[in-house]
């Protein structure tokens, strides 16, 4: 049996364009605001976990070794994960295994990303498509994108209006956090009339290029119960990765992501979750592009399979909604640094720990869920949280 | 609010060359492609799925027990995207076109260009087909393209 994991305590930054400080920077800022929240000092953690998606990006190979000294990890136990985009949260799940395993009381998880500093992020990804069958033909993510929206819209129905909403729900909702890079008041029609990049993807339906990092840190149940009265539980996490083969999967009209819901039905089973819907209090849904949020709203259980242009145009998600989702601004206000796109947990942290801010949602949040998707299109990890 | 000055920064460039095996698979499924024009796949004898990219392997069987089978060079287009930059970031004019195609006669397929069309006279579902190139050098753009075919 695992045993029990709390999250203590987060740290935080801005996230942009074009920071200014270096990797090593960025994690000294996220590894001390996270310790000074929850009252620790380096010395009390054990070890770190750290995360980020392609070294590319940022032109250091293996750069997670500036982030020891950094972190307060020197002559600890450290290691680097890396899946893509769900480095955001198969990082913490690999921080949570490290106490769930009893091998270790309180272990930092340090997730970052930088990656305006190549003179293109669309280079860096064409390198990860396979060499011999799918580079040469050109591929890039935002055709990728219209490859798979195309196929999710022509499944369920969704429209580009739909699209758009979530697009201004997020941009909005990120005018109310201070670390966001791109908060923005737009309309619907805003939003519909921005270039498209790729059939129904257009400009404003993205997240922006972004350099930033995050912390988290995971305490034993022994240790959180001394550091806090209203520890929050790591309830259930779960992982499904799908073949790279996007041409041949399982899932054949490519507009149902079976390993999205696969990882859905892993963390329900450990978290005792049944009917989401009813039981999840807020969620972070990773939300590159305006679609992604309602593809994974829906494998999440957070409203039906194809429900997800219901779910916005009844304003379910809505910061004030029943269900909200992304109250932070997202991926898409808040700024997308792909392995630190951890941020999603932080929010849900700080919403059920009632320390979002103005970001705030105006309820109570005893459960909470984020995700992270990425790899080839194919990987997508899950961690719910909150309190007995 | 004065712009606060700008911490400095030093110019950088990784420039590496590669020379990639295409492995056991790649190797028969290039040279036919150069050599007869043909779409290869591995069928694997346990479960029948007929693989597209090939492998040596069937990853649900996880055996090594597959034949080699020729597919045809149409099949049907299981969603497309049209894109308004070109993958160095540019910003064109008239958009280029790529679509994932199941090939027939296997369970895979291939993710590659759709030309002699427009965006408007594509539907999901769709027959298309392979055009090669005259004078093939064993990589994937031996298929210049797929366009829209007759059933
Ligand atoms: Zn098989």
Redesign the interface.
């Known amino acids: 049996m695992p045993k029990r994991v709390a999250i203590v305590g987060a740290g935080m930054q801005k996230y942009e364009f074009r920071k200014?400080q270096t990797v090593e920077e960025m994690v000294f800022d996220v590894a001390r605001n996270a310790l000074e929240n929850s009252h620790l000092s380096k010395d009390d953690i054990d070890s770190v976990v750290f995360g980020s998606a392609v070294d590319?990006f940022c032109?250091i190979n293996n750069s997670d070794k500036v982030a020891i000294d950094a972190s307060g990890g020197l002559l600890k136990p450290t290691m680097r994960n890396s899946t893509s985009g769900s480095t955001a949260i198969s990082t913490p799940i690999l921080g949570y295994t490290h106490v769930a395993s009893g091998m270790h009381d309180l272990v930092m998880v340090l997730c970052y990303e930088k990656m305006s500093e190549n003179d293109?992020a669309?280079?860096v990804f064409?390198t990860v498509y396979?060499?011999?069958?799918?580079r040469?033909?050109?591929?890039?993510v935002?055709?990728?994108?219209?490859?798979?929206a195309?196929?999710y819209l022509?499944k369920y129905g969704i429209t580009e209006r739909q699209m758009a909403k979530v697009s201004v729900k997020n941009r909005g909702n990120a005018l109310s956090n201070p670390y966001a890079q791109l908060p923005m008041k737009l309309t619907v029609e805003d939003v519909l009339a921005s270039?498209?990049?790729?059939?129904p993807v257009k400009l404003l339906d993205t997240s922006p290029v972004t350099d930033g990092a995050r912390a988290l840190i995971l305490a034993s149940e022994d240790v959180a119960r001394e550091l806090t009265d209203d520890p929050i539980w790591i309830k259930g996490v779960g992982r499904g990765a799908d073949?790279v083969?996007?041409?041949?999967r399982q899932n054949?009209?490519?507009g149902k992501l079976d390993y999205a819901y696969l990882a859905v039905f892993f963390f329900q089973a450990k978290a005792g979750i049944r009917d989401p819907m009813a039981e999840i209090d807020y969620a972070e849904v990773y939300d590159p592009f305006t679609y992604k949020e309602m593809q994974h709203c829906e494998a999440m259980g957070l409203c039906s399979e194809g429900g997800a242009g219901r779910m916005i145009d009844e304003g379910i998600s809505l910061k004030d909604g029943p269900l909200p989702v992304n109250a932070s601004g997202g991926l898409q206000g808040e700024g997308n640094p792909i392995g630190a796109g951890m941020s999603r947990l932080c929010w849900c942290y700080l919403q059920a720990k009632g320390q979002a801010g103005a970001c705030q949602v105006p309820k109570d949040v005893n459960n909470a869920v984020a995700n992270g998707w990425g790899g080839m299109y194919q990987y997508n990890a899950v961690m719910v949280i909150g309190r007995d | 609010m004065a712009k606060k000055k700008a911490v400095l920064s030093i110019d950088g460039e990784i420039q590496i060359n590669y020379k990639w095996s295409v492995g056991k698979a790649g190797d028969r499924f290039f040279t036919e492609l150069r050599d007869h024009k043909k779409i290869m796949g591995t069928k694997c004898r346990q479960c029948g799925r007929v693989l597209v990219p090939p492998r040596i392997f069937c990853e649900e069987c996880f055996v090594e027990d597959m034949e080699w089978v020729e597919v045809e060079p149409r099949g049907t287009l299981l969603t497309f995207g049209e894109s308004y930059f070109s993958t160095d970031g540019k910003r064109l004019k008239e958009p280029w076109m790529l679509g994932i195609v199941r090939l027939k006669g296997s369970d895979g397929g291939l993710i590659h260009l759709i030309s002699e069309s427009r965006p408007e006279d594509l539907k999901i579902g769709m027959p298309v087909e392979a055009v090669f190139k005259n004078k093939p050098e064993g990589n994937i753009m031996d298929i210049l393209y797929f366009r829209p075919a007759n059933n």
């Not at chain 1, 396979?130 to 799918?134: I, Q």
């Not at chain 1, 935002?142 to 798979?148: A, F, N, S, Y």
């Open positions: 200014e590319a032109g293109s669309q280079a064409n396979d060499e011999a069958f799918v040469p033909i050109g591929l890039n935002p055709i990728q994108c219209g490859l798979e195309r196929a022509h270039p498209y990049l790729s059939w073949s083969w996007f041409m041949g054949k009209d490519l």
